[in-house]
């Protein structure tokens, strides 16, 4: 099911913040892209993840990639046997 709100980037990553445009137009992009690539503010279409696993960059805490709850910092990576993601354990702040 696609995420209408969140949707992919190019970069791989899930939409995780509004780009306002000259004319206060809205856009998804890649917060922790943006400005290094300009694949953070292209959408792709959405990946199939449903057999895919997510590992917590830090902790390796795993979770399904196409979890609906949804993943903090998702970044699909399909050349790689994981996606990744961040569960929180270092805090938030």
Same mark, same amino acid.
């Given at each position: 099911? =696609?995420?209408? %709100?969140?949707?992919?980037?190019?970069? @791989?990553?899930?939409?995780?913040?509004?780009? +306002? @445009? =000259?004319?206060?137009? /809205?856009?998804?992009?890649?917060?922790? *892209?943006? &400005? !290094?690539?300009?694949?953070? /503010?292209?959408?792709? =279409?959405?990946?199939? !993840? $449903? %057999?895919?696993?997510? %590992?917590?960059?830090?902790?390796?805490? /795993? +979770?399904?990639?196409? $979890? +609906?709850?949804? !993943?903090?910092?998702?970044?699909? *990576?399909? $050349?790689?046997?994981?996606?990744?993601?961040?569960? &929180?354990?270092? &805090?938030?702040?």
């Amino acid at each position: 099911m =696609p995420n209408q %709100k969140h949707p992919m980037m190019k970069c @791989g990553h899930r939409a995780n913040g509004i780009a +306002k @445009g =000259p004319d206060d137009t /809205e856009t998804p992009i890649c917060v922790l *892209c943006g &400005g !290094l690539t300009d694949n953070a /503010e292209i959408t792709v =279409p959405e990946p199939d !993840l $449903s %057999k895919r696993i997510a %590992k917590c960059c830090y902790c390796n805490r /795993e +979770k399904p990639s196409d $979890s +609906k709850l949804g !993943l903090a910092f998702f970044e699909h *990576c399909p $050349s790689e046997e994981f996606d990744s993601y961040y569960c &929180g354990c270092r &805090g938030w702040d």
